[in-house]
């Protein structure tokens, strides 16, 4: 009977699932999600598409939008999957699609999205000898906020098509006007992937471990908490 019972539960669940995955596609122009499973919540399923996670109920028919927090652990459950899912994403990204700019002794590894007319990003970027001096590796992806076809969006096209890519960064967010180019180029995906981790503004710095720090941070303050992650991760 156990067995029985056991074998009606995991087809209504792929049922449901099922049924979740085609809302979805509605919700998300032909997207497929990357994981659906039954959630901490009864009745609830666990929506995850590149690291933006959502709640939906087994009809398809509520979305919650929101965090999960467990309160007899004190654990925020969405987070928890946020980080694991920015991490895989971290780990897949090709850096031959990236712009690094990399001290010779790297401790540790941040990618950022960018945007060259963002005032942080440019003040970032002034102070990038500072990162690398204290051993931090930066991986650029661009992120032009104000979206494709625009002035932000031709610039980063511009930059990634330069042949010397660190130097059409560093003058293009000083300010120094381009001739613009085009190339096949990375930057419309760099930006689905911003999507994909829930990029809203930048500079957005990712770590590793798939945590985000948003905004600007100074090179002192950044290597300080990157040292205690990766004491963390050792204990």
């Known amino acids: 009977m156990g067995l029985l ?7 209504d669940e792929q049922a449901d699932i099922k049924e979740i995955k085609k809302v979805f596609s509605q919700i998300i122009s ?5 994981v659906v499973a039954p959630s901490a919540i009864d009745g609830i399923y666990e929506v995850v598409y590149g690291a933006q996670v ?6 398809g028919r509520y979305v919650i ?3 999960l927090i467990d309160l007899e652990n004190r654990t925020n459950i969405t987070e928890g999957t946020r980080s694991i ?11 031959k699609s990236t712009i690094v700019f990399s001290p010779d002794s790297v401790k540790h590894t941040i990618t950022v999205f960018t945007d ?8 970032l970027h002034r102070e990038i000898e500072q990162y690398t001096d204290l051993g931090i590796k930066v991986r650029y992806l661009a992120f032009p906020r104000s979206g ?16 010397d890519q660190k130097k059409a960064m560093t003058d293009a967010k000083a300010g120094v006007k381009q001739e613009t180019i085009n190339c096949d180029n990375p930057v419309k995906e760099h930006m689905k992937l911003a999507e994909q ?3 809203s503004g930048t500079p957005t710095i990712v770590l590793n471990n798939g945590e985000v720090v948003p905004g600007y941070v100074p090179a002192a303050r950044l290597a300080k908490m990157l040292d205690n992650e990766k004491h963390a991760s050792l204990n």
Not at 30 to 34: A, M, Q, V
Not at 85 to 95: F, T
Request: proline share 2%.
């Open 5 to 11: 019972f056991t074998s009606f539960a995991w087809a």
């Open 116 to 123: 060259i007319d963002c005032g942080y990003c440019r003040k």
């Open 65 to 67: 939008q929101g965090d």
């Open 197 to 199: 981790f829930g990029v």
């Open 85 to 95: 899912q920015r991490a895989k994403l971290v780990k897949n990204i090709d850096e």
């Open 54 to 59: 959502l709640y939906m109920s087994k009809s």
């Open 148 to 163: 494709v076809n625009t002035k932000s969006f031709h610039k980063a096209v511009t930059v990634w098509c330069s042949k």
């Open 30 to 34: 032909g997207g497929t999600p990357d």
